[in-house]
């Protein structure tokens, strides 16, 4: 079974982790600071969820430290840095958020 972390679980990033969870073939666990966004995502999909301060490069390593993929669906203010993190942490990432620095920098 394949693990996917996403990363937000607001709007955008609940609908991708339950549209994920549809899938038996993947273990889905959604990473968010708020107990009431984690608490909504876990009643609407099965999914795991864990919390986590995604502002910190330090937790988003711990966050995607097990995940085969990941999901970037963070507020545009954490964007880059969210990716930048997973990308140190050398996995994968399938990323909606908006930034307004530019990425290629």
């Given at each position: 079974?394949?693990?996917?972390?996403?990363?937000?679980?607001?709007?955008?990033?609940?609908?991708?982790?339950?549209?994920?969870?549809?899938?038996?073939?993947?273990?889905?666990?959604?990473?968010?600071?708020?107990?009431?966004?984690?608490?909504?995502?876990?009643?609407?999909?099965?999914?795991?969820?864990?919390?986590?301060?995604?502002?910190?490069?330090?937790?988003?390593?711990?966050?995607?430290?097990?995940?085969?993929?990941?999901?970037g669906?963070?507020?545009?203010?954490?964007?880059?840095?969210?990716?930048?993190?997973?990308?140190?942490?050398?996995?994968?990432?399938?990323?909606?958020?908006?930034s307004?620095?530019?990425?290629?920098?």
């Open positions: 079974m394949k693990k996917v972390a996403v990363l937000g679980g607001g709007l955008v990033g609940a609908v991708i982790a339950r549209d994920l969870a549809a899938d038996p073939e993947l273990a889905v666990t959604v990473h968010d600071r708020s107990e009431d966004v984690l608490a909504r995502v876990k009643a609407s999909a099965k999914v795991g969820t864990r919390t986590a301060d995604l502002s910190s490069a330090d937790e988003i390593a711990r966050a995607v430290a097990d995940a085969d993929v990941v999901v669906a963070v507020p545009g203010f954490l964007g880059r840095n969210m990716l930048r993190a997973v990308i140190a942490a050398g996995k994968p990432i399938a990323d909606i958020s908006f307004p620095e530019d990425t290629l920098d």
